[in-house]
């Protein structure tokens, strides 16, 4: 099922930006929907957004026009672009990709592969 690997995370300022990486390998890029996730401490792992196959873009509503995903066919990276980070962003995110039915893509269980995760920490 091939390796995602994240990198981009680390310590920034309400309201700073970051952009997150993830490099896929060992699998079709184009095949997979890709998506990324995050869990803060004690919490459960929440959806944050998702870009299908087809390139359609899928946002939960406390990071809408606020983050961006995108992805490069050619590097088979995805990335998300997040701005206007407010403290309870800071979470692990992770990325994952599968093949989720459009009414299963906010949910853990379409995914089939996943990062080991990268922190982001927005300090008030």
């Known amino acids: 099922q091939g390796q995602l690997v994240e990198s981009g995370g680390g310590l920034v300022q309400t309201v700073d930006s970051l952009t997150l990486s993830c490099v896929a390998s060992?699998?079709?890029?184009?095949?997979?929907?890709w998506a990324w996730f995050r869990q803060a401490p004690g919490k459960e792992r929440e959806y944050v957004s998702a870009?299908?196959?087809?390139?359609?873009?899928y946002y939960s509503d406390s990071v809408k026009d606020r983050f961006t995903i995108s992805r490069d066919k050619a590097k088979n990276t995805v990335y998300l672009r997040t701005t206007n980070l407010q403290p309870e962003d800071s979470a692990v995110y992770f990325c994952?990709?599968?093949?989720?039915?459009?009414?299963?893509?906010?949910?853990?269980?379409?995914?089939?592969?996943w990062g080991q995760g990268t922190q982001v920490t927005v300090s008030s």
């Open positions: 994952a990709g599968g093949v989720p039915i459009l009414s299963a893509i906010e949910s853990t269980r379409g995914y089939r592969v």
């Open positions: 060992g699998q079709t890029f184009s095949d997979y929907s």
């Open positions: 870009i299908r196959r087809s390139g359609h873009t």
